[in-house]
T-cell receptor
Framework: GQNIDQPTEMTATEGAIVQINCTYQTSGFNGLFWYQQHAGEAPTFLSYNVLDGLEEKGRFSSFLSRSKGYSYLLLKELQMKDSASYLCAVQGDNYQLIWGAGTKLIIKP | NAGVTQTPKFRVLKTGQSMTLLCAQD?????MYWYRQDPGMGLRLIHY???????AKGEVPDGYNVSRLKKQNFLLGLESAAPSQTSVYFC??????????????FGEGSRLTVL
């Protein structure tokens, strides 16, 4: 079967760095997306990886290892507004997205 | 810049009632999707469309119907609502079906409760 695994919840301190992991088992791979979703709001796009390596975009970076079925989202210089759920989604063989349940990130002062 | 707009935002139905959720996008996107989001689960695809006049089933299509008569609109219908359809429904659109252009733009969501 197809599966996306992410930690359910993580806690971090304002100003620190946090890494949110995502492991996947899918039939085929055509890209991995990360989305941010604040409580009660819609998901918004953060990053896209299709090749191995690190993609950096400001305070956020995303890493992919296709051979290990693994990705992480790295958030630096954490701010209170980063408190949100982070969703990992993999595009499989039929190009439909398979979504993880999301990681709720709590930022403490 | 409206992006993706969903109506209504909230609705309470009784079991057996029918309703339609409307999604409109102003980005000229070909692809449109209806998802449902339930606590502790990932987003699940109900139906999707790859262009005007086309629709296809997603992961959880039973109990729902869709129509894409105009490129900018994607309607989701519940024929006979059941309590299991209590959920938050998100419409999304994308410029392409894959690659960087496959980035999804979501509407604000429609919270549906079926009693």
């Amino acid at each position: 079967g197809q599966n996306i695994d992410q930690p359910t919840e993580m806690t971090a301190t304002e100003g620190a760095i946090v890494q949110i992991n995502c492991t996947y088992q899918t039939s085929g791979f055509n890209g991995l997306f990360w989305y941010q979703q604040h409580a009660g709001e819609a998901p918004t796009f953060l990053s896209y990886n299709v090749l191995d390596g690190l993609e950096e975009k400001g305070r956020f970076s995303s890493f992919l290892s296709r051979s290990k079925g693994y990705s992480y989202l790295l958030l630096k210089e954490l701010q209170m507004k980063d408190s949100a759920s982070y969703l990992c989604a993999v595009q499989g063989d039929n190009y439909q997205l398979i979504w993880g349940a999301g990681t709720k990130l709590i930022i403490k002062p | 810049n409206a992006g993706v707009t969903q109506t209504p935002k909230f609705r309470v139905l009784k079991t057996g009632q029918s309703m339609t959720l409307l999604c409109a996008q102003d980005m000229n996107h070909e692809y449109m999707y209806w998802y449902r989001q339930d606590p502790g689960m990932g987003l699940r695809l109900i139906h999707y469309s790859v262009g005007e006049g086309t629709t296809a089933k997603g992961e959880v299509p039973d109990g729902y119907n869709v129509s894409r008569l105009k490129k900018q609109n994607f309607l989701l219908g519940l024929e006979s609502a059941a309590p299991s359809q209590t959920s938050v429904y998100f419409c999304a659109s994308s410029a392409s079906g894959d690659g960087p252009g496959g980035e999804l733009f979501f509407g604000e969501g429609s919270r549906l409760t079926v009693l």
